[in-house]
């Protein structure tokens, strides 16, 4: 996982080290974006890299049958644990389109965080300024 946060931010961990796993860096990922956003950082970046996922010349690739499903699943993980850390606040977590949106509001009911394409005009309404929400792409 890469964080894009400003390292000489006073809040930045001087000494962060590198997780033990992929879920750990998940994890490691939402609470630095947490305190990103409890610290007033209006964006946070977070993107996750994962070698079977990426090629350094086109970018993402999901060569194996599954693969995004799995890459879904891996931004719900975030996503869970940004609302944890997050407490009170909404997190709405913006997808690709409106079809992926869909289809992951159906798999899943459960979610603790908003699930909303990035076209939707309804996520750009649920997330106004001011109103205390925390957008993930």
């Not at 908003?114 to 005009?121: L, N, R, S, T």
Request: proline share 7%; glycine share 8%.
């Amino acid at each position: 996982a890469l964080f894009d946060l400003n390292l000489h931010h006073p809040s930045f961990p001087l000494s962060l080290v590198l997780p033990d796993s992929l879920l750990d860096a998940l994890v490691q990922a939402s609470e630095a974006t947490h305190r990103a956003i409890q610290d007033g950082c209006g964006r946070t970046l977070v993107e996750l890299l994962l070698p079977e996922f990426w090629d350094s010349n086109s970018g993402a690739v999901f060569a194996e049958e599954g693969d995004q499903q799995r890459f879904w699943k891996l931004t719900r993980r975030f996503a869970d644990e940004l609302a944890s850390c997050a407490g009170s606040p909404r997190i709405v977590a913006l997808y690709p389109d409106a079809g992926v949106a869909a289809m992951l509001r159906n798999q899943w009911p459960d979610a603790g965080f908003e699930i909303a394409g990035v076209g939707d005009p309804r996520a750009r309404a649920a997330c106004s300024p001011g109103d205390g929400a925390a957008e993930v792409v």
